[in-house]
């Protein structure tokens, strides 16, 4: 089992930590969700959820137009 201690981020965040991550509202990133357009989410259960490293991959397809998005 994974050491989950304050040194370590969390692997799933939930929409208002993915917002802080962004420096974005949280409805924005609802709009985002809503539109598809912006970092992969899911839903487990009544929350949404994102992955670190989807948004670290949606922000570096932001930095570099030459990347999916």
Do not use: C, K
Request: aromatic share 8%; net charge positive.
């Amino acid at each position: 089992m994974p050491d989950l201690t304050a040194d370590h981020e969390p692997e799933l965040l939930t929409i208002t930590e993915a917002a802080d991550v962004l420096r974005t509202p949280v409805a924005t990133l609802r709009y985002w969700r809503q539109l598809g357009t912006g970092p992969n989410s899911f839903r487990l259960g009544r929350r949404v959820l994102y992955r670190r490293a989807d948004l670290r991959a949606w922000i570096d397809a932001q930095a570099d137009p030459s990347l999916p998005r």
